[in-house]
């Protein structure tokens, strides 16, 4: 629980599985991840877009922007066995 709204995802793979690494061999990318024996938690405080309307360089729009500033984020973990 969060004292804010919370984002959170649970994978079976690390974060680093979903970068994209050029080879000798072909490219691996984040379509081509492989599951793995492991659980990697990811929670959120804020998430900002990547774009704006379209491909071709726009900004995000300043309602989906986080502002660059100190910030303050709790949450609690709880095992409910």
Known sequence: EG????SV???NFPQDDLLYVPSTIGHRHGGCVDKKDM???NIDH???GVG???????M???E???TP???SYSFTIKNLK
């Open 9 to 11: 995802s649970v994978w």
């Open 64 to 66: 989906y922007t986080i």
């Open 46 to 48: 804020l998430q900002m």
């Open 39 to 41: 659980v990697w938690v």
């Open 69 to 71: 500033k100190e910030w």
């Open 3 to 6: 004292a804010e709204p919370l």
């Open 52 to 58: 704006g309307d379209n491909t071709w360089g726009a």
């Open 60 to 62: 995000v729009h300043p």
